[in-house]
């Protein structure tokens, strides 16, 4: 089991920045994979970003490319996902989620992922 709890979501005005973080216990937080995900009302949870167990790897969506950065701490359990240059089309409950690597070629769908957090609303006001 691995428990995640994200932090860092809020009320920000387009342009500005805002750090998501997902505090990771339970079993090997450096086994994971990890992926943020988002969902907006009335629409389907969609990829945002991942990165490998490592550290190593990463890939975006493009509607975040260049805005977006997903790391990573594994000596203290936790995953971040800077958001840098805020839309309003950011407006979402983010959520963070781990799974084995060995489902890193399906990463991209929220089925590969084996553990959730509760997620963190991000507002993003025009």
């Known amino acids: 089991q691995v428990q995640l709890v994200e932090s860092g979501g809020g009320l920000v005005q387009a342009g500005g920045s805002l750090r998501l973080s997902c505090a990771a216990s339970g079993r090997s937080f450096s086994y994971y994979a990890m992926g943020w995900f988002r969902q907006a009302p009335d629409k389907e949870r969609e990829f945002v970003t991942r990165?490998?167990?490592?550290?190593?790897?990463?890939d975006y969506a493009d509607s975040v490319k260049g805005r977006f950065t997903i790391s990573r701490d594994n000596a203290k359990n936790t995953l971040y996902l800077q958001m840098n240059t805020l839309k309003p089309e950011d407006t979402a409950v983010y959520y963070c989620a781990a799974a084995p690597m060995t489902s890193w070629y399906t990463g991209h769908i929220p089925s590969a992922y084996e553990y959730w957090g509760q997620g963190a609303q991000v507002t993003v006001s025009s």
């Open positions: 990165i490998s167990s490592g550290g190593g790897a990463a």
